[in-house]
C-alpha cells in the first residue's frame, strides 16, 4: 500500500498559510493602520495641520541655511503625518513601487 506520508503534506500547507498571511499583511495593512490613525483624528485637528504644513511652505521662500532646513524638516514631518493616516498633502504624479505606503509608516513612527 502506498500511503502519503502526512508530514511533508502538513508543512507545505502550514507554509503557504503562513506565505498568504504575510502578503495580507503587506498588502492590507497600510491600509489598515491609516484608517485606525484617521478614526483616532479629528477633522479639526487634520485642518489645523494642514494650515501649519501651508504655513510653513509659504513662509520658506524667505529663509536661508539653518532655518530654511528646519522649516523643511518639519513640513516633512507633517508630510508623513499626512500620509499616516492615508491623506493627500502636496502629492505628484510620481509611481511608487508596493512598499512606499510601508516606508513612510515607518518614517513617520520614527519621527
Known sequence: MNEVPRKPFRIIIALAIAVLALAMVFFIGPSVIHAAYRATTSAATIQSQRAEY????????????????????????????????????????????????????????RG
Request: net charge negative.
Open 54 to 109: 501651508r504655513r510653513l511652505e509659504e513662509g520658506e521662500s524667505g529663509l536661508s541655511g539653518a532655518a530654511k532646513a528646519a522649516s523643511q524638516n518639519g513640513r516633512y514631518k507633517l508630510f508623513l503625518w499626512f500620509h499616516a493616516r492615508g491623506l493627500d498633502i502636496d502629492e505628484g504624479d510620481e509611481d511608487h513601487p508596493l512598499w512606499h505606503p510601508w516606508a513612510e509608516l515607518f518614517g513617520y513612527w
